[in-house]
Protein backbone atom coordinates (compact mmCIF):
# COMPACT_ATOMS: atom_id res chain seq x y z
CA UNK A 1 0.00 0.00 0.00
CA UNK A 2 3.07 2.14 0.85
CA UNK A 3 3.59 3.30 -2.97
CA UNK A 4 5.99 6.22 -3.53
CA UNK A 5 4.12 9.27 -5.25
CA UNK A 6 5.96 8.63 -8.95
CA UNK A 7 4.97 5.24 -9.20
CA UNK A 8 1.26 5.81 -8.03
CA UNK A 9 1.26 8.70 -10.88
CA UNK A 10 2.22 6.66 -13.30
CA UNK A 11 -0.31 3.78 -12.65
CA UNK A 12 -2.99 6.09 -12.01
CA UNK A 13 -4.33 5.72 -15.36
CA UNK A 14 -3.98 1.80 -15.37
CA UNK A 15 -5.98 1.72 -12.23
CA UNK A 16 -8.85 3.99 -13.24
CA UNK A 17 -9.13 1.35 -16.50
CA UNK A 18 -9.20 -1.18 -13.83
CA UNK A 19 -11.55 0.40 -11.20
CA UNK A 20 -14.08 0.33 -13.86
CA UNK A 21 -14.71 -3.27 -14.35
CA UNK A 22 -14.46 -3.91 -10.52
CA UNK A 23 -18.16 -3.00 -9.22
CA UNK A 24 -20.00 -5.31 -12.74
CA UNK A 25 -18.15 -8.30 -10.56
CA UNK A 26 -18.67 -7.41 -6.88
CA UNK A 27 -22.43 -7.00 -8.20
CA UNK A 28 -22.63 -9.91 -10.38
CA UNK A 29 -21.00 -12.09 -7.78
CA UNK A 30 -21.79 -11.76 -3.72
CA UNK A 31 -19.62 -14.94 -2.88
CA UNK A 32 -16.73 -13.35 -4.42
CA UNK A 33 -17.68 -10.59 -2.20
CA UNK A 34 -17.96 -11.78 1.07
CA UNK A 35 -13.98 -14.08 0.48
CA UNK A 36 -12.77 -10.50 -0.21
CA UNK A 37 -13.63 -9.20 2.92
CA UNK A 38 -12.57 -12.19 5.01
CA UNK A 39 -9.18 -11.75 5.14
CA UNK A 40 -9.82 -7.66 6.38
CA UNK A 41 -11.37 -9.52 9.34
CA UNK A 42 -9.02 -10.39 12.13
CA UNK A 43 -9.40 -14.32 13.51
CA UNK A 44 -12.95 -13.10 15.30
CA UNK A 45 -15.28 -10.46 15.22
CA UNK A 46 -14.56 -9.86 18.76
CA UNK A 47 -10.91 -8.40 17.92
CA UNK A 48 -12.10 -5.50 15.52
CA UNK A 49 -11.18 -1.95 16.37
CA UNK A 50 -13.45 0.65 15.71
CA UNK A 51 -11.85 1.64 12.69
CA UNK A 52 -11.95 -1.92 11.35
CA UNK A 53 -16.63 -2.24 12.37
CA UNK A 54 -16.48 0.83 10.08
CA UNK A 55 -14.91 -1.03 7.12
CA UNK A 56 -16.44 -3.52 7.51
CA UNK A 57 -19.75 -1.71 7.42
CA UNK A 58 -18.69 -0.08 4.45
CA UNK A 59 -17.86 -3.33 2.97
CA UNK A 60 -21.84 -4.02 3.78
CA UNK A 61 -22.93 -0.85 1.92
CA UNK A 62 -23.85 0.00 5.07
CA UNK A 63 -21.75 3.21 5.26
CA UNK A 64 -24.15 5.60 6.38
CA UNK A 65 -24.18 3.91 9.39
CA UNK A 66 -20.16 4.87 10.57
CA UNK A 67 -20.81 7.77 11.84
CA UNK A 68 -23.11 6.24 14.94
CA UNK A 69 -20.96 3.33 15.13
CA UNK A 70 -17.93 5.57 15.33
CA UNK A 71 -19.23 7.85 18.07
CA UNK A 72 -20.21 4.96 20.20
CA UNK A 73 -17.32 3.28 19.76
CA UNK A 74 -18.53 0.40 18.51
CA UNK A 75 -15.63 -2.14 17.96
CA UNK A 76 -15.92 -5.83 17.57
CA UNK A 77 -17.00 -7.06 20.70
CA UNK A 78 -19.79 -4.69 20.92
CA UNK A 79 -21.05 -5.47 17.70
CA UNK A 80 -21.04 -9.08 18.38
CA UNK A 81 -23.80 -8.97 21.01
CA UNK A 82 -25.49 -6.17 19.01
CA UNK A 83 -29.52 -7.00 19.74
CA UNK A 84 -31.42 -5.79 16.56
CA UNK A 85 -33.18 -3.54 19.28
CA UNK A 86 -30.28 -1.65 19.93
CA UNK A 87 -29.90 -0.96 16.02
CA UNK A 88 -32.95 0.12 15.98
CA UNK A 89 -32.94 2.44 19.24
CA UNK A 90 -29.23 3.59 19.32
CA UNK A 91 -28.29 3.40 15.59
CA UNK A 92 -31.21 4.43 13.91
CA UNK A 93 -31.06 1.53 11.30
CA UNK A 94 -34.78 1.41 10.98
CA UNK A 95 -34.36 -0.21 7.82
CA UNK A 96 -34.96 -4.08 8.41
CA UNK A 97 -33.50 -4.93 5.29
CA UNK A 98 -30.39 -3.19 6.60
CA UNK A 99 -30.66 -4.81 10.00
CA UNK A 100 -31.18 -7.71 8.46
CA UNK A 101 -27.90 -7.72 6.67
CA UNK A 102 -25.48 -6.85 9.57
CA UNK A 103 -27.15 -9.09 11.76
CA UNK A 104 -26.91 -12.38 9.39
CA UNK A 105 -23.29 -11.53 8.71
CA UNK A 106 -22.34 -10.68 12.17
CA UNK A 107 -23.67 -14.22 12.78
CA UNK A 108 -21.86 -15.39 9.66
CA UNK A 109 -18.65 -14.36 10.92
CA UNK A 110 -18.93 -15.08 14.53
CA UNK A 111 -18.91 -18.58 13.25
CA UNK A 112 -16.20 -18.39 11.13
Known amino acids: AMTTPSSESMTSGQSLSNRST???EMSGNSTGLSHDASPRTPGHLAE????EVCEWLRALELGEYV??????KIDGELLSEMQESELIDDFGMTNKYHR???LNR????GTA
Do not use: E, G, W, Y
Open 67 to 72: DVFRAN
Open 48 to 51: MSVH
Open 106 to 109: LSAQ
Open 22 to 24: VPN
Open 100 to 102: KRL
